[in-house]
């Protein structure tokens, strides 16, 4: 079983929002504390892009091209990161996938974690 799950991806219209979720969690480990986390994207035929990072203390990158118009944030408490999507696009969609790292458990760290991704597909 993964360590990362995310979920709130789907279909929407240009300019429709949409909120995706990423959260670290284990059915068999304790999960100790997790490092920085992000969103990638990568779309069918195109190379892997960061789309937004975060600290655990909360400090924020963004790519150039969702600068202003996507928000990601955090709850430390949940281990879970969010990615507020508006105003999209079509040349946004893609998969959007999670990454974490480190991700501490009781019995081992893993430097650096990926989801499976979730698709979000912006019609125009």
């Known amino acids: 079983q993964g360590l990362l799950v995310e979920s709130g991806g789907g279909l929407v219209q240009a300019g429709g929002s949409l909120r995706l979720s990423c959260a670290a969690s284990?059915?068999?480990?304790?999960?100790?504390?997790?490092?920085?986390m992000g969103w990638y994207r990568q779309a069918p035929g195109k190379q892997r892009e960061l789309v937004a990072r975060i600290t655990s203390g909360g400090s924020t990158n963004y790519a150039d091209s969702v600068q202003g118009r996507f928000t990601i944030s955090r709850d430390n408490a949940k281990n879970t990161i969010y990615l507020q999507m508006n105003s999209l696009k079509p040349e946004d969609t893609a998969r959007y996938i999670c990454?974490?790292?480190?991700?501490?458990?009781?019995?081992?760290?893993?430097?650096?974690?990926w989801g499976p991704g979730t698709p979000v597909t912006v019609s125009s």
């Open positions: 284990s059915s068999i480990y304790t999960i100790v504390s997790v490092g920085e």
């Open positions: 990454n974490a790292g480190p991700v501490i458990t009781t019995i081992h760290t893993h430097l650096d974690v």
